[in-house]
C-alpha cells in the first residue's frame, strides 16, 4: 500500500477497464502488498478470476467499493517497468452490481490483488495498446466565437467557463458587463488568455 | 463602429441553411441594416397557421445593441401592441446578448406567441382581456390570426364569395374595394 499510495496520481479516468489491466500487470510483477484497488469487465479474465477466488472475496469487494478514483499515473513510471502504470478504482462508478455486463452472476466481478495470476501477458503489449487515447487537444480553428461567429482568434475564456475572441468579449463588456453565453457579471480582469500550445 | 456585415452575413446564411425552424429573414433593401423576418403562428395557440411578418433594424453596435423589431402583420397578444406591433420582450430589451442572434430572437418572438405574459403588458387593453375572459381572448385572437396573418389565396377568397351566391365579377370588384380583405368585401356585397 505504501508504495502505491506515495505516488502521485494526476491522470483520472472515468473507465476502470484498462486500470484494471495495469493493476494485473503491477501485482504480477510483484509490485507493493494488496491493494484495494481495480476492476475488470474483460470475460475471460474474469472467468479466470472466479476460478481462483477464495472465501474472502465478498468482505474484499465490500472495501473496494469504498476505495479511491481510478487514477492512471501515466507520470510516475517504476525504474524497473517503464510501462508500469498504477490504478486506483474511480469513486464515481456505479456499484458492481449495478453494472449490466456484471449484471447475470453473483459471482464474478471483483479483482482481488493478490489472487490474480495473469500468466503470460506482457507488461508492455498491454500499456502501450489498452490505454485510452485522452480527447486531442482541440485546435483553436475549429471553435466559433458566438459573438463574431467566426473561428476564435487569441482565444480568451472567462471565470464562469466561456470561450470568446479576445477582441470581441472586450466589446461584450464594455457594452453589457455580463458575459454573453451565462449573464454573469463579468469585468476584463476576469477574462485571460487561453494558449493551446 | 460601423456595422458587422460579417457577422449579419453568415446569421442570413445559417437562417436560409436551417428551414426546420420556420423563421425566414430577407434583406428589406440594399442594405443589411434593414431587415424583415417572419415567423410562424405557434401550433396549439390561436396564431396557429398565421405567418408573421416582422420589421427588423440593426444598429451599428448590433450585435453588441439588440435588434429592433415590431410586428408588421397584426396581433392580438398582450405582450404585442395591437396598434403599432410593439414588442414587450426582455430579450429585445436588457435581456439582450451579443451570443443572441436574429434567428433566436424570432424563435423568442415564436415563444412569445405561445406563451403570454399578461403581469408585464404592452397592450393594456389585450392583456385585460387576457386575465378577464380568456375564452373571449383567445376568439379575438384567433380571429385577428385569420383576418391578417393566414396567407390567402385571392382565388380561393373569390370562389368562396361565389359561393354565397355572388356572381365572379362582383365578387372581385367588392375584395379590390376591400384590399383583398374577405370579410370587408362581404360586408360592402351584403350591405
Known amino acids: ?197 | 463602429m460601423t456595422l458587422d456585415a460579417g457577422r449579419i452575413n453568415k446569421e442570413l446564411k445559417e437562417i436560409s441553411k436551417d428551414v426546420a425552424s420556420g423563421v425566414e429573414v430577407q434583406l428589406r433593401g440594399s442594405g443589411l441594416n434593414k431587415l424583415v423576418g417572419y415567423v410562424p403562428g405557434p401550433k396549439d395557440t390561436p396564431y396557429e397557421g398565421g405567418r408573421y411578418e416582422v420589421d427588423i433594424n440593426l444598429d451599428e453596435q448590433y450585435p453588441f445593441v439588440p435588434p429592433k423589431m415590431r410586428f408588421v402583420t397584426k396581433v392580438w397578444h398582450p405582450n404585442i401592441s395591437s396598434a403599432n406591433g410593439a414588442i414587450c420582450l426582455d430579450v429585445l430589451k436588457d435581456q439582450w446578448s451579443p451570443a443572441l442572434t436574429i434567428k433566436t430572437a424570432l424563435l423568442s418572438l415564436q415563444a412569445l406567441l405561445s406563451s403570454p405574459q399578461p403581469d408585464d403588458p404592452q397592450d393594456a387593453v389585450v392583456a385585460k382581456q387576457y386575465l378577464d375572459d380568456r375564452k373571449l381572448f383567445e376568439r379575438t385572437a384567433r380571429h385577428w390570426t385569420e383576418a391578417f396573418a393566414i396567407p390567402k389565396n385571392e382565388d380561393e377568397v373569390c370562389m368562396r364569395i361565389m359561393e354565397m351566391g355572388f356572381s365572379k365579377e362582383a365578387a372581385q370588384k367588392a375584395l379590390k374595394e376591400a384590399n383583398g380583405d374577405e370579410n370587408i368585401a362581404l360586408e360592402k356585397l351584403l350591405g
Open chain 1, 1 to 197: 500500500m505504501a508504495a502505491t499510495a506515495a505516488r502521485p496520481v494526476p491522470v483520472v479516468l472515468h473507465d476502470d477497464d484498462e486500470c484494471a489491466e495495469h493493476q494485473e500487470n503491477r501485482r504480477q510483477d510483484g509490485a507493493g502488498p494488496a491493494t484495494e484497488t481495480g476492476s475488470s469487465r474483460g470475460t475471460s479474465r474474469q472467468q479466470q478470476r472466479q476460478e481462483q477466488q477464495g472465501p474472502s472475496r465478498k468482505r474484499r469487494r465490500g472495501q473496494r467499493e469504498n476505495s479511491k478514483a481510478v487514477c492512471v499515473d501515466l507520470t510516475s513510471l517504476s525504474d524497473s517497468d517503464p510501462d508500469e502504470v498504477q490504478c486506483i478504482l474511480d469513486r464515481r462508478a456505479p456499484p458492481r452490481a449495478q453494472r449490466p455486463v456484471l449484471a447475470s452472476s453473483s459471482q464474478q466481478g471483483c479483482l482481488l490483488p493478490q489472487q490474480q495470476v495473469n500468466p503470460g501477458k506482457s507488461i508492455a503489449a498491454s500499456s502501450a495498446s489498452a490505454l485510452p487515447a485522452l480527447p486531442p487537444a482541440s485546435a483553436e480553428p475549429g471553435i466559433k466565437c458566438p459573438v463574431c461567429l467566426d473561428p476564435i482568434t487569441q482565444m480568451s475564456t472567462t471565470h464562469c467557463g466561456h470561450v470568446f475572441c479576445m477582441p470581441c468579449i472586450k466589446d461584450c463588456i464594455k457594452a453589457q458587463k455580463r458575459c454573453p453565453k451565462c449573464r454573469k457579471a463579468l469585468t476584463m480582469k476576469q477574462v485571460h488568455r487561453v494558449f493551446l500550445e
